[in-house]
């Protein structure tokens, strides 16, 4: 078999000049998102376990959750929320058979990223 492979095959490892078509970008904003969110569910298990454990802990947590920083995190994990669901529904159409074609694939990704501005935007508005 390692004789029928090419040895001299041509490699490139200039991420600058590899192309990333809108798909590649959809794809690896999911896996971003997931992890976000994999790190929010900690820091969110923190604040009700800190809102939780006593009168003073409560308003620790509401001072956190109400200053810029923590309204900021809060709107940047519900916006990695938003896009992981968009992603999530489009990557389980994919499952069952829609939109794999070149084309359609661009265009499903196209409509999860409005749909992420969209739901960003409404976060904004109910965090702030
Ligand atoms: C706290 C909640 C969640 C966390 C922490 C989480 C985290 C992750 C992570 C880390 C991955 C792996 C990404 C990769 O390796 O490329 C993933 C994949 C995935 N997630 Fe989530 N996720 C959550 C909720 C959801 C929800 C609500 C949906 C529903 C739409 C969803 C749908 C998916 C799908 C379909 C994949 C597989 C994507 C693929 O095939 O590449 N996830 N998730």
């Known amino acids: 078999m390692s004789d029928i492979v090419k040895k001299q095959r041509p490699v490139n490892l200039d991420l600058q000049t590899i192309n990333m078509p809108i798909t590649a970008i959809a794809s690896i904003l999911h896996r971003i998102s ?29 001072e956190i959750v109400s200053g810029f920083f923590g309204t900021f995190i809060l709107w940047g994990i519900l916006t990695a929320l ?9 990557h389980l159409l994919m499952d069952m058979g829609y939109f794999e074609e070149l ?11 409005v749909a992420t501005v969209v739901l960003s935007i409404l976060a904004g508005i109910m965090v702030w």
Do not use: D, P
């Open 103 to 113: 084309e359609s694939g661009a265009l499903s990704a196209k409509v999860s990223f």
């Open 34 to 62: 997931g992890v976000i969110m994999l790190f929010a569910v900690g820091i969110l298990l923190w604040l009700l376990a800190e809102s939780l454990s006593s009168e003073q802990g409560f308003q620790n947590a509401q």
């Open 82 to 90: 938003a896009y992981h669901i968009a992603g999530g529904i489009r």
